[in-house]
């Protein structure tokens, strides 16, 4: 559990939850509501997905995903947020620059976040 620790998956769930308020008082912040959140969106998810990984398959904190498991996850989530729910609904739009937003979150997970968990004893 040591890896929902992380100070960057941390501030990236503060930061949806500040977001995921002020669209709810409608006071949206412009860049923050906008850009920010699918700066975090990768990190946040391939966390999720990491420490799942950690605790239930691989029982190992030193466990990291391959730069291959991060592609995935920053392919599925453009294509299902930019491509196939516009598709579906008119309640949502495809932008490009979210894509290049989630692939900036999915090269920073991979090279910053994605590390395994060391032990210090005292």
Not at 17 to 45: Q, S
Not at 69 to 93: C, D, G, M, Q, R
């Amino acid at each position: 559990m040591k890896t929902l620790l992380n100070r960057w998956f941390i501030t990236g769930c503060i930061v949806w939850l500040v977001v995921f308020a002020t669209r709810k008082l409608h006071h949206p912040i412009a860049y923050i509501n906008g850009y920010i959140t699918d700066v975090f969106a990768i990190p946040v998810i391939a966390t999720l997905t990491l420490c799942f990984q950690r605790v239930v398959v691989f029982k190992s904190n030193f466990y990291t995903l391959s730069k291959w498991h991060v592609v995935f996850i920053t392919v599925y989530v453009s294509l299902a947020f930019e491509v196939l729910l516009p598709w579906l609904s008119k309640t949502y739009t495809g932008d490009w620059v979210d894509v290049l937003l989630y692939i900036v979150g999915g090269l920073f997970f991979y090279r910053v976040m994605n590390k395994p968990v060391l032990e210090i004893r005292g």
